[in-house]
């Protein structure tokens, strides 16, 4: 299976701030890479596909970029409703893997 | 508009069987493969598996084979997770969602509001 591995595992911010989330796969996945955000008792929410690729309806201050198998979540400028958990998930090859997630929270 | 509706939560007892569903609409569901996530207490999201309802052709996380059973029925636009004998452990909440394909990165677009499965003597 392909490990996926998110740092940090939890993060403190403060509203207006710039957040940036890693993800690194155990071996190469290309560009098939996502980021879902989950916020309690509601069902995840993607927000990336492919990488790079904005989801229908996700705010421009969501992006993702890829370094090799590096893959990183930015967030521009933290407002309240994204203080929540993220998840990547690789889609390579079966079975499709989550990181352990990164819980955001605020300072 | 796309929707996946799951049935409700279940309290069962070990050892007893259980089937939960996943019904989709607002698009051509035997085209789309149904996934299912679990997400554990206090734990992150979990891969199951998929189905594609179109021929029922099935990849399952070698984790999860023989503890649970993923089917789907085209006929009602229903995916279903089932288990032959619950255990604690399967205490859970329990997520469907839609695979959206190659122009998505095969990402899960749509997701069920999800099912908590609790299992306790």
């Known amino acids: 299976d392909i490990q996926m591995t998110q740092s940090p595992s939890s993060l403190s911010a403060s509203i207006g701030d710039k957040v940036t989330i890693t993800c690194r796969a155990s071996q190469g996945i290309s560009t098939y890479l996502n980021w879902y955000q989950h916020t309690p008792g509601k069902a995840p929410k993607l927000l990336i596909y492919?990488?790079?690729n904005l989801h229908n309806g996700v705010p421009s201050r969501f992006s993702g970029s890829r370094s090799g198998t590096d893959f990183t979540l930015t967030i521009s400028t933290l407002q309240p409703e994204d203080f929540a958990t993220y998840y990547c998930q690789q889609t390579f090859s079966s079975p499709f893997t989550f990181g352990q997630g990164t819980k955001l929270d605020i300072k | 508009e796309v929707q996946l509706v799951q049935s409700g939560a279940e309290v069962k007892k070990p050892g007893e069987s259980l089937k939960i569903s996943c019904q989709g609409s607002?698009?051509?569901?035997?085209?789309?493969?149904i996934g299912w996530v679990r997400q554990m207490p206090g734990k992150g999201l979990e891969w199951i598996g998929v189905v594609y309802p179109g021929d029922s052709d099935i990849r399952q996380s070698p984790s999860f084979q023989g503890q649970v059973t993923i089917s789907a029925d085209k006929s009602i636009s229903t995916a279903y997770l089932q288990w032959s004998s619950l255990t604690a452990s399967d205490t859970a909440i329990y997520y469907c969602a839609r695979r959206g394909g190659g122009d998505y990165g095969d990402a899960f677009d749509f997701w069920g509001q999800g099912t908590v499965v609790t299992v306790s003597s």
């Open positions: 607002g698009y051509k569901f035997p085209n789309y493969w």
């Open positions: 492919a990488a790079s």
